[in-house]
Every structure is written in structure tokens, then in C-alpha cells.
């Protein structure tokens, strides 16, 4: 499965930007999907995550201002970014697990895509 991520720019605070990421395979569909972030000298971070029906579950950091939301139909997975803050900045990967479920360790997943950089100014 090979994930292209798109969607990425430079906003100010207080805007909104819209990731997509698309998969190569129909396995998409019944597997679970995943946003992560990681900013320069930091960990990769769980951002939210999507089971194959569409059960989700956000990052404290970003619940209530964040929504994922993926269609099986076109293997694609958005993630809508809202009342974005400096603190956002980062490259967001997607990525794939093997299972309809899955959580926050990078290590669930199997495939990623090549990562998307987010710039929010102040």
C-alpha cells in the first residue's frame, strides 16, 4: 500500500487547512487510518486515528479543533484542521495499520506516507 498525503501550507493562527492522504489499494478500506505529526526535535505524536467504519479518536491536543474522516469509495483519508496555532506546526504523516482498529504507536501501523508540512504563523 503506498500513501500519498497532500494539503499542506503555510496558514496564519486561527486558520484552517485540509489534508488529504490517498492509498494505492483497496485494502484501505478495511484497515484502520491514522494522522501523526512531528515537529523538528520532537517524537513523532499521534494526531487521530480512523477505524474501517469510521470510529475515531483524537490527541487531547487537538480534540474539538481537528476532524478525521475518511471514503472508503475513493481510499482516501481527510483530516480537517481548524483554529490552527503555532504550536501545529509540523510534517503530518498518514498512515496505515493492518486491522480495522487501531491506537496511538507509530508502531501499529505499517505503511506511511511521505508526510506533508504544516506551517502556522503567528
Known amino acids: 500500500v503506498q500513501l500519498q498525503a497532500s494539503g499542506g501550507g503555510l496558514v496564519q493562527a486561527g486558520g484552517s487547512l485540509r489534508l488529504s492522504c490517498t492509498a494505492s489499494?483497496?485494502?484501505?478500506?478495511?484497515?484502520?487510518v491514522g494522522w501523526f505529526r512531528q515537529a523538528p526535535g520532537k517524537e513523532r505524536e499521534f494526531v487521530a486515528v480512523?477505524?474501517?467504519?469510521?470510529?475515531?479518536t483524537y490527541a487531547d491536543s487537538v480534540k474539538g479543533r481537528f476532524t478525521i474522516s475518511r471514503d472508503n469509495a475513493k481510499n482516501t483519508v481527510y483530516l480537517q484542521m481548524d483554529t490552527l496555532n503555532p504550536e501545529d506546526t509540523a510534517v503530518y504523516y498518514c498512515?496505515?495499520?493492518?486491522?480495522?482498529?487501531?491506537?496511538?504507536?507509530?508502531?501499529?501501523?505499517?505503511?506511511w506516507g511521505q508526510g506533508t508540512q504544516v506551517t502556522v504563523s503567528s
Open positions: 498512515a496505515c495499520a493492518i486491522g480495522p482498529y487501531s491506537g496511538s504507536r507509530p508502531g501499529s501501523y505499517r505503511y
Open positions: 480512523a477505524s474501517w467504519k469510521g470510529d475515531t
Open positions: 489499494a483497496r485494502t484501505f478500506s478495511n484497515n484502520a
